[in-house]
T-cell receptor, first 115, second 116 residues
């Protein structure tokens, strides 16, 4: 079985400061990992994905994430937060051990950006 | 290219009523899924399908039925609505990469359902 743990349910930063959203995963096989963002009352948008190529993955809007197999982590970072980054972020895992099952979501991290 | 289309966007039901949430995708993806989103719980898988004629249960299947008669369509049926089914429902589609792992999912805009 596989699982995802997002270590913080809420993160608050000031505009212009770095963002760190933490995600740990568990998977018996080499996983594919994703970060999605959801703005209020909107659908889910893919930020970035890791699929066994480069361990440092760059996404949209200046976000990036590093896959660390030894730490089973896939933390999301951004050097400088903007007000428009305020949203909910989901870490998602997909692996061969899921068989025919779909993606497994973390419980989400709500990012607040203070002016 | 419309992607994944869900209808309706909003729905209010009375307890005991039935209804069908529609989902259609035009990307020829073999995998389709239904999730429900509740505060603090992320998205939980209700049912999924790996191709036309093949469906299976996810984490929270009780009270819901699905069918997949075509690649494009994957409707979700609520048999007898209950207040506990008040939630936001998302349909998603995806496909397999060459290594067999699932690629990212493409999501519809969601259906906000309230059961009173």
């Amino acid at each position: 079985a596989q699982s995802v743990t997002q270590l913080d349910s809420h993160v608050s930063v000031s505009e212009g400061t770095p963002v760190l959203l933490r995600c740990n995963y568990s998977s018996s096989y080499s996983p594919s990992l994703f970060w999605y963002v959801q703005h209020p009352n909107k659908g889910l948008q893919l930020l970035l994905k890791y699929t066994s190529a480069a361990t440092l993955v760059k996404g949209i809007n200046g976000f990036e994430a590093e896959f660390k197999k030894s730490e089973t982590s896939f933390h999301l970072t951004k050097p400088s937060a903007h007000m428009s980054d305020a949203a909910e972020y989901f870490c998602v895992v997909s692996g061969q051990d899921t068989g025919r099952r779909a993606l497994t979501f973390g419980s989400g991290t709500r990012l607040q950006v203070q002016p | 290219n419309a992607g994944v289309t869900q209808t309706p966007k909003f729905q209010v039901l009375k307890t005991g009523q039935s209804m069908t949430l529609q989902c259609a995708q035009d990307m020829n993806h073999e995998y389709m899924s239904w999730y429900r989103q509740d505060p603090g719980m992320g998205l939980r898988l209700i049912h999924y399908s790996v191709g036309a004629g093949i469906t299976d249960q996810g984490e929270v299947p009780n009270g819901y039925n699905v069918s997949r008669s075509t690649t494009e369509d994957f409707p979700l049926r609520l048999l007898s609505a209950a207040p506990s089914q008040t939630s936001v429902y998302f349909c998603a589609s995806s496909y397999s990469s060459g290594q067999g792992a699932r690629t990212e999912a493409f999501f519809g805009q969601g259906t906000r359902l309230t059961v009173v």
